[in-house]
């Protein structure tokens, strides 16, 4: 069982948007900086939002996301077939020392 | 630019020792900012954070993993270690290393990762 809970799938249309949620706790998400990650399918996971907002080089804006409190969101807009993978938010757990992981959203592109 | 490479045997036997090595390149370990990490993904399911190394401060572990893991480095090569003791057929995995800020806590460079599986 994943520390921060992720809806296990998601699915919209090409050229629509959608969301996917990241819950956690005062420890983790509360008092830290949320990471979002892409993982195409057989490839490594790919760092997609740090800092809770801010997008790496090459990132293009139809990726953004937001933390409010102890939860996280990404938004995906103008989805296309590309998109189609593994989403996973992560951060650091302050009181245990350790980084944890959503369990990971599945986005299909309709 | 920085780049990661894991290596080691993709097969290891019931209740043997796992042991991974990953090279880092364009980058030092003894970064005092960055953590070091291993993480691993089960056939068809999520990540799972198993620990890491920071130069200024030693090591962190997954709990779930009950001390059988050790992290270790050698500085003079740029080579993070890891050994899993004890493994069992659920220890079959994808291991990536990763680095994490300490601060910012982003992993931003992965290694392509290797597939270890748990057979006789």
């Known amino acids: 069982q994943s520390v921060l809970a992720q809806p296990p799938s998601v699915s919209a249309a090409p050229g629509q948007k959608v969301t996917i949620s990241c819950a956690g706790s005062?420890?983790?998400?509360?008092?830290?900086?949320v990471s979002w990650y892409q993982q195409l399918p057989g490839t490594a996971p790919k760092l997609l939002i740090y800092q809770n907002n801010k997008r790496p080089s090459g990132i293009p804006d139809r990726f953004s996301a937001s933390k409010s409190g102890t939860s996280a969101a990404l938004d995906i807009t103008g989805l296309r077939t590309g998109d189609e993978a593994d989403y996973y938010c992560?951060?650091?757990?302050?009181?245990?020392?350790?980084?944890?992981f959503g369990g990971g959203t599945k986005l299909t592109v309709l | 630019q920085l780049q990661l490479q894991e290596s080691g045997p993709g097969l290891v036997k019931p209740s043997e020792t796992l042991s991974l090595t990953c090279t880092v390149s364009g980058g030092s370990i003894s970064s005092n900012s960055y953590y070091w990490e291993w993480i691993r993904q089960p056939p068809g399911k999520g990540l799972e954070w198993i620990g890491n190394?920071?130069?200024?401060?030693?090591?962190y572990y997954n709990p779930s993993l009950k001390s059988r893991a050790t992290i270790s480095v050698d500085t003079s090569k740029n080579q993070l270690f890891l050994r899993l003791t004890s493994v069992t057929a659920a220890d079959k995995a994808v291991y990536y290393c990763a680095r994490r800020g300490v601060v910012t806590v982003e992993n931003d460079y992965w290694g392509q990762g290797t597939l270890v599986t748990v057979s006789s």
């Open positions: 005062i420890s983790d998400i509360g008092n830290n900086y």
């Open positions: 190394f920071y130069f200024r401060g030693g090591t």
């Open positions: 992560g951060t650091w757990d302050n009181s245990l020392n350790v980084g944890v």
